[in-house]
């Protein structure tokens, strides 16, 4: 009978293999007494993470943008803190609201992911980016940086803008948050032009 002496070395190697398996998968987390080691100084993973995560900004007493998200990781190194926003679910993406100096919505980013760099004011959208505005504008494109200081927004990458009267493309973009202007480095264009007669 060769079945109970194949099971009892497969069970042999089962048990000699979970206590090597279960040791790989192990993780210790936290200062020892010996202080960090050059290792610890390099980001193993995040410092905090956040599930149905929700962050705003004021600026003044106002509101200047908000964040939600499904999770947020935050790491913080020697130099900087700043935290991931990502969804688990393609169906449920990044929302990030930019508020004017009034306080109103000035503009909707939504994405796959955001990188937020709260020392610096500015966060970092990447997938399928889209802009929105109140007034109608609309902006598409895979990356994009805002920028709480000087209130704009940028990408070296490809986008599109559409206004209710024109479709812009082209490579680069320099633009205030709410797309009223904005400039962008090569493109096409085509504009709606009404005709007098």
């Not at 393609?90 to 992911?113: K, M």
């Not at 020392?119 to 709480?148: I, K, M, P």
């Amino acid at each position: 009978m060769r079945t109970p002496t194949l099971m009892r070395r497969l069970w042999l190697v089962v048990g000699l293999l979970l206590p090597i398996l279960g040791a790989l998968g192990c993780e210790r987390r936290g200062n020892g007494a010996r202080g960090p080691s050059a290792d610890s100084l390099a980001p193993e993973g995040p410092d905090q993470i956040t599930w149905e995560a929700r962050f705003s900004m004021d600026e003044g007493g106002r509101r200047r943008a908000a964040i939600t998200a499904q999770k947020m990781e935050q790491y913080k190194t020697e130099d900087s803190t700043y935290s991931i926003w990502r969804t688990l679910v393609d169906t449920n993406r990044v929302r990030s609201h930019v508020f004017d100096e009034q306080g109103d919505s000035s503009a909707t980013i939504v994405a796959d992911s955001v990188v937020f760099f709260s020392q610096e004011g500015r966060f970092e959208a990447y997938g399928n980016v889209v802009v929105t505005t109140q007034d109608g504008r609309r902006l598409n494109s895979e990356h994009l940086t805002w920028n709480q200081a000087d209130r704009t927004i940028r990408t070296r990458r490809f986008v599109r803008i559409t206004t209710p009267t024109e479709r812009v493309q082209g490579n680069g973009l320099v633009a205030d948050e709410d797309l009223e202007t904005y400039q962008i480095g090569s493109f096409t264009a085509e504009v709606e032009v009404e005709n007098d007669s």
